[in-house]
């Protein structure tokens, strides 16, 4: 799944760090779901969005299975 994490955390001047510590999850798990290594669960996709203000759908496009 792609993302707008890494546009949408600069643009509200989120560290990886804070916004972690906002949503109670830690910095490594920004990172992959940034590089797009790990989905986020849908509590989480959906808290990600409340952070910035937006929806899931901004921040994020599904593009179907991979393999």
């Known amino acids: ?8 955390r600069k643009k509200h001047g989120y560290s990886q760090d804070r916004l ?5 999850v830690s910095r490594q ?3 992959s779901i940034e590089k797009g290594k790990y989905d986020p669960s849908l509590p ?5 969005a409340r952070a ?3 929806t899931i759908e901004e921040l994020f ?3 179907g299975k991979k393999g």
């Open 1 to 8: 799944m792609k993302n707008n994490l890494v546009e949408f």
């Open 20 to 24: 972690a510590a906002t949503l109670g």
């Open 29 to 31: 798990t920004i990172i």
């Open 44 to 48: 989480l996709a959906f808290e990600l």
């Open 52 to 54: 910035f203000g937006t």
């Open 61 to 63: 496009t599904y593009e």
